[in-house]
């Protein structure tokens, strides 16, 4: 790992610096991803995200931006960060704090500081606990270094997650790290320390006093993750997730099952939710009270629903018809739901042959298309009017197709005509 992208960054940014130090003599620090992205050899791009800490407080930060800034937003400021976007860049920059949850409280508790040092060591952990200060000058950008006082960069080179004070230290200020572990570990390919492990273990029930949206939060950036099982591993061997999701939990030797089928599908979060979810009965309402978005919660519940069906269906042999049926029925889910069922039973040679067949028919013709005739199409070449009749022409077209595969205008109208011919006849002979 080398200093050479940490001091390009530095360079890109000193009119960042050069603001904050004529405003005041105010120091600015990157810290956060984009110091692990440049260690790792990423340059920083012109539009690249980052966030920054300062000695400065919010309400000065948001004086110095002020005018400079392209765009200013404040939301955060009673948690000391000022977001902005100058050009492309949108940076965020939090006054150097500490914030640790009171006894039975759902909110942190913020206080500022004029420490770097004491701001480091309240970050998560020490992969996150570097940073380097932003220069004034040009030629101070010749000299940055970074500043590392946990080995955050040993452990990152060494693929190593800890914290920076005792993890039951860190865990009991914030409960919402043990999440950001599980989200780590997932995202960067990391193992847990031990001793972080055991805090997990012996802390996983301070989760209570975390709201829910933030702890949906860190789980849907877990699920976003290229590999998300590790970290859904850890949360699950220490108890975590049986916190959040104690529903998961119920299901006795299953529970485990849903964490073991993350990886084997694809990053959309409604069908990761459904997959971690797995063991659970009712995925829509159990997603619903985590506070995942109503529409990721109802196709999570869809594609479960979807993919059961799909195992259940496979097992009386993958005729052509009941993968139209299944497919209808499901609608656009069906790929995730695919999925799913393959990652739940990929053993299983009813399910393969039924996912094969599946895939087969989709390149063949439209599993989705309409009717080839409409309720008014259907009035005037039966010449009858509305009422229920139509409806049960349009079912039978329907089955008709899922029978035998898409019919043109002219067949349908046809076998419309060999149907409503014998009904006649069977009705004159009632």
């Known amino acids: 790992m080398s200093l050479q992208t940490i001091r390009s960054a530095a360079a890109m940014l000193v009119p960042w610096g050069e603001r904050f130090a004529a405003a005041g003599g105010w120091r600015l620090y990157v810290v956060g991803g984009a110091v692990r992205s440049l260690l790792g050899g990423t340059p920083l791009g012109p539009d690249d995200e980052v966030d920054m800490t300062t000695d400065a407080r919010p309400e000065t930060v948001r004086r110095v931006l002020g005018g400079w800034a392209d765009t200013v937003w404040t939301q955060g400021e009673r ?12 940076v965020e920059i939090t006054t150097h704090r500490a914030e640790i949850y009171a006894e039975g409280s759902r909110r942190p508790k913020v206080t500022y500081g004029r420490d770097l040092l004491a701001d480091l060591t309240r970050r998560d952990f020490t992969i996150g606990a570097m940073a380097f200060e932003v220069p004034a000058t040009a030629e101070g950008a010749g000299t940055v270094e970074l500043i590392d006082p946990f080995a955050g960069r040993d452990d990152l080179a ?23 572990a599980g989200r780590f570990v997932a995202t960067l390919g990391l193992s847990a320390d ?8 012996r802390l996983r029930g301070r989760l209570a006093i975390v709201s829910v949206e933030r702890c949906t939060r860190e789980l849907s950036l877990l699920l976003a993750a290229e590999s998300p099982g590790a970290g859904a591993e850890l949360l699950a061997r220490t108890g975590v997730l049986d916190e959040i999701i104690p529903e998961v939990g119920h299901a006795g030797r299953n529970a485990g099952a849903g964490v073991a089928l993350l990886d084997s599908v694809a990053p959309e979060e409604s069908l990761r939710l459904a997959a971690l979810l797995w063991p659970v009965p009712d995925v829509t309402a159990v997603a619903g009270r985590l506070r995942f978005p109503g529409a990721v919660a109802r196709r999570a519940g869809q594609i479960a629903l979807a993919a059961r069906s799909l195992l259940d269906s496979a097992g009386d042999g993958p005729g052509h018809a ?36 599946w895939r087969q028919l989709r390149s063949e013709e439209d599993l989705s298309a309409a009717s080839p005739l ?18 049960a022409a349009l079912r039978h077209l329907e089955e008709l197709r899922i029978a035998a595969g898409p019919l043109d205008g002219g067949e349908a109208r046809r076998r419309l005509s060999e149907w409503w011919e014998s009904g006649r006849e069977n009705r004159g002979a009632g």
Do not use: K, Y
Not at 79 to 90: H, Y
Not at 325 to 337: E, I, K
């Open 158 to 180: 060494a693929g190593r997650l800890r914290t920076p004070r005792s993890a039951d230290l860190s865990f009991g200020e914030d409960p919402l790290r043990m999440l950001r």
């Open 79 to 90: 948690f000391g960060t000022v977001g902005c976007r100058r050009q492309n860049r949108i």
């Open 322 to 357: 009941a993968v139209r049926r299944w497919a209808v029925d499901t609608g656009d889910a069906c790929p995730a739901a695919a999925q799913l069922a393959a990652a739940a039973a990929p053993d299983d040679p009813g399910v393969v042959a039924f996912v094969d067949r």
């Open 374 to 391: 409409s309720g008014a199409e259907v009035m005037a070449h039966l010449g009858i009017d509305a009422g229920p009749a139509v409806g």
């Open 194 to 201: 031990p001793d972080l492990e055991v805090a997990m273990r």
